[in-house]
């Protein structure tokens, strides 16, 4: 599976989106994105994952640039119970594990 | 449905002695998974379970640990001869297996070796 690259830490104000980019330059055709969250002393949650087209759900938004290089989280509206962890992974389809990387610390401020 | 249930989710042992932690992934989720994460370090993979198949494991499950799913249902993580670097969160998530779907995960069971 294809090696991500996050930024370790980013703050982010109350109400406001928050962008969480994420770099894998080597992904390959088969390989999805997956973004999960890990909220302090509990396991990972699912967010999101897309393979070349933007997704939405009620969490958040996935844009893929068109080279899928690179991807971005999005939280439309960040509450304070959205900081957490944000782990960005790319695994290919029927993969049998995730990766975990270090993940990017969001802390959403006041 | 109750999602995934660890159990204990807090132990504290001796080094030395054998510890035994008990996943219950969602009901009708044919792969389960078991990951170990040290403080401030992302999850880390240990093994996985196609029903009662183990199929992969990770050079860090040492001979000391050892993992069981009879009958594709729950699943054991053991640990035996404790050290005190096996202290970490230990994570179970389980899957239905179909292609690019999603993995869910329990809270986890802290183990702290003393």
């Known amino acids: 599976d294809a090696k991500t690259t996050q930024p370790p830490s980013m703050d982010c104000a109350e109400g406001r989106a928050a962008n969480l980019p994420c770099n894998h330059s080597t992904i390959s055709g088969n390989e999805y994105v997956y973004w999960y969250r890990q909220i302090h002393s509990q396991g990972p949650q699912y967010i999101i994952h897309?393979?070349?087209n933007n997704e939405t759900n009620e969490m958040a938004s996935l844009i893929i640039t068109e080279d899928r290089k690179s991807s971005t989280l999005i939280l439309p509206h960040a509450t304070l119970r959205d900081t957490a962890v944000y782990y960005c992974?790319?695994?290919?389809?029927?993969?049998?594990?995730?990766?975990f990387g270090g993940g990017t610390r969001v802390l959403v401020k006041p | 449905d109750t999602g995934v249930s660890q159990d204990p989710r807090h132990k504290i042992t001796k080094r030395g002695q054998n510890v035994t932690f008990r996943c219950d992934p969602i009901s009708e989720h044919n792969r389960l998974y078991w990951y170990r994460q040290t403080l401030g370090q992302g999850p880390e993979f240990l093994t996985y379970?196609?029903?009662?198949?183990?199929?992969?494991k990770s050079r860090l499950l040492s001979d000391r640990f050892s993992a069981e799913r009879p009958k594709g249902s729950f699943s054991t993580l053991e640990i035996q001869r404790t050290e005190q670097g096996d202290s970490a969160m230990y994570l179970c998530a389980s899957s239905d297996g179909r292609g690019n779907t999603e993995a869910f995960f329990g809270q986890g069971t802290r183990l702290t070796v003393v």
């Open positions: 897309g393979l070349k």
């Open positions: 379970f196609q029903n009662e198949a183990q199929l992969e």
């Open positions: 992974i790319v695994m290919r389809a029927a993969g049998n594990k995730l990766t």
